[in-house]
């Protein structure tokens, strides 16, 4: 045979002349690294769009230095658009045009010229944050919130008289207990009273305090026995007899006016 049909030949496909169709949409095909001449690879290199970025050199991470630790808080307003900017440069505008005459020049509602000085007011020259008029400046790198709860989630009613009209749908918790709270077990440990005279405090005081054993004068059982305005009990005899001496209390010292009330036995 001929070895020119045994040779076997390649057929690429032309490429066909197509219009843009703005009516048809669709997403790009990968183009195939095929091999090709290099009239065709130049086409192509001329077709395509590539997109360089230019190193920075260097080996730190991309953003802020300290990672965000002194991150500004940009929900609130510009510092240079507060209420505080804007009180401080009316204030610099004021000292500019002090002792100077009208120039009829309009500078804002807020710079309006002022020909008496406001001292010792919350309009004076005191810039700070917190003596002036207006809103005051956030704190840019602490957000603080803090709930108080004085509000324990206990059913008041259940608590005081053992019965929730709200029975066992009542949201809040059934409980009778008298636990402090932490604010209270803190004061008393401030003022050195935790925990003493534990007895004492649930004890239910009645109205009419118990007459003492013996009276604080004669040391002996009571007769006629009165009370004091500082509720203390002395024997009727025992008390006018000091009173000659003294107007004040046998205990306490305390004024009482040479009023004395029969207590009630």
Known sequence: GNSDEDQSSVVRKGK???????MIQRTKKVERDAASSSE?????GDQKITVAYKSTRSAKPEGPEDMGATATYELDTER????????ERSQKIQEELEGKDDDKIYRGINNYQKFIKPKDTIMGNASSGMVRKGPIRAPEHLRATVRWDYQPDICKDYKETGFCGFGDSCKFLHDRSDYKHGWQIERELEEGRYGANDDENYEVSSD???LPFKCFICR????????????????????LQHYRKSKRCYVC?????????????
């Open 80 to 87: 240079d658009k507060d209420a505080q900017a804007i009180f």
């Open 208 to 210: 009419e305090e118990d």
């Open 253 to 265: 010292n305390s004024q009482t006016n040479g009023v004395f009330n029969p207590a009630k036995g």
């Open 220 to 239: 002996e059982s009571f007769k006629n026995p009165i009370i004091t305005k500082c509720r203390h009990y002395f024997c009727e005899a025992c008390a």
């Open 16 to 22: 066909k002349d197509t219009r843009v169709n703005p």
């Open 40 to 44: 065709n690879e130049d086409d192509k």
